[in-house]
């Protein structure tokens, strides 16, 4: 160690200076020299012990150190993330303790989790409902699938002949057959001439078939309702008989009731009188009785209203009352009668009765026995000529004044769409016929399910020329009647309905059709 130099005072600090950077230095070579002694024996130690390597081995060691991944992060950057990690924790631990949850909590005071469960529960059990519900409509859609798989492709049927209508009316006398069209084919009625045989074989036993039974039997019931009860009618049956094959029965009785209930005796001579003033003015032996008594009573509105001229200026009948006297007109004829009733029940049943014209006008009118005409018809309906393609069966409807036929299609008596295209067919024959009438119209009667036969069977008829027009038919099951030969209807004619006080009587006749 240097010895200290006396003197002043600045060389002393740095005499002391220098000494102690000395003494350091020397220190730390020492301890400079220490380790690297103790560095040397420590590799000496290491290298003692290592085992001996080969080159080859030390080159493969040395392969395998750069074959290892290199390491995931510095020691030092991990060390300086975590204190950044622990400094951010700290900041956001004290940022949560300056949040202010008092709200929340006393919201959390006000839940109720066993509702909030409930609901969770009804929310599943929906779910599983929605899930069941479209498990179905999954399973549907799948099924629509497979049967529109097995679909076969639509085809649109063939054309159709189609007509545009042509409207014009029905010739003035048309003669009208009836097409009825079914859906296996059609079947021709021409009535006049289906009629025509079966009125050819009634005329021939025309006189046979006159009503002469004069039983109160088929008429009791009717009667019995006219007259109030049977004993009543069965009082009035000997005057009113002999008329049963002239007039109506139901309008005998209301003459009879009407002249009765007056007090004017009626009888069958008197009944005959009245018929054949009734056949005269065209009107019925009701309404006549009626306005002859109340002729009697001075009233004789209801006698003029018979009038059987349509021209008002040229009336046939007139009646003038002057003072006690009458002055009845019936065309050219005049007869003064005075006012009492029996005088106007006179000019009645004497002297307007008696007038040529007038005088047995009943006996050229007769009224035919429904049961013997039914009884004819019942025989013809086996004769094939007669009834051709129908089965016929005669029919007695109370209320009707004419016998009627029902007609039913027979098995095999129409002709198909295949038959009727032939022209040879009945049904093209028969479109020939009637164009060849000039009064002749064909009326297609077509049921709801035989259109697309109408159509078929129309294109025919117009490539023919035939007037047609067309109409819906319920059913096949038809009737016709049996005209002029008028049979007794055995019950009470329908009264028409009075219009009300102050109403018009305007008649609206229904239309008449036409071609189309």
Known sequence: MAKRRSGGGGELNLDSLMDAVTNVVGVLMI?????????????????????????????????????????????????EDKIQAEADLKKAIEQLRSVDTSDMAAKMKFMDLDSFRAKLEEAKKK????????DKLLAEIERLKALLDETPVYEPPP????????????????????????????????????VKPIIDG????????????TKIDPFKDMLTKIFGSPQAAQQAWPEIAPLVNTFQMDQVANAYKALAAAGLQPNKAMLTALGDVTLAIRSNLQSVAEAVVAATKGDLAKWLALDPSKDPLKPTLKAVQEGNKITFTYGSKTAEVKTSAKDVLNYFIKDLADLDGVKNRGRSKVIYDAFKIQAMLEKAASSPTITGAFAIKPMIRPGSTTVQIALAPKAGGGETLAQMQAEGSNYQRTMRQIKGDPNGVAVFQVMSNAFDTYLEARKIADDIGVPAAWEFLAKLDLTVNVNGYEVQRFAEAPKPVPPKPGQDTVTIKPPTGGLD
Do not use: C, W
Not at 50 to 68: F, N, R, S, Y
Not at 127 to 134: C, N
Not at 186 to 191: H, I, P, R, S, Y
């Open 159 to 194: 054309p159709k002949y189609v007509r545009l209508p042509n409207p014009r009316p029905f010739p003035e006398k048309a003669v009208k057959t009836r097409v009825l069209v079914a859906e296996q084919g059609v079947l021709m009625l021409n009535e006049q001439e289906f």
């Open 202 to 213: 009634l005329d021939k036993v025309k006189s046979q078939l006159e009503y002469k039974e």
């Open 127 to 134: 779910r599983d409902g929605e899930k069941t519900e479209l």
């Open 31 to 79: 301890v400079l020299v220490m380790m690297a002694l103790n560095t040397a024996r420590t590799v000496q130690k290491i290298l003692s012990d290592l085992p001996p390597v080969t080159k080859e081995e030390h080159e493969q060691m040395q392969a395998q150190i750069k074959a290892l991944p290199p390491p995931p992060a510095d020691p030092k950057k991990i060390e």
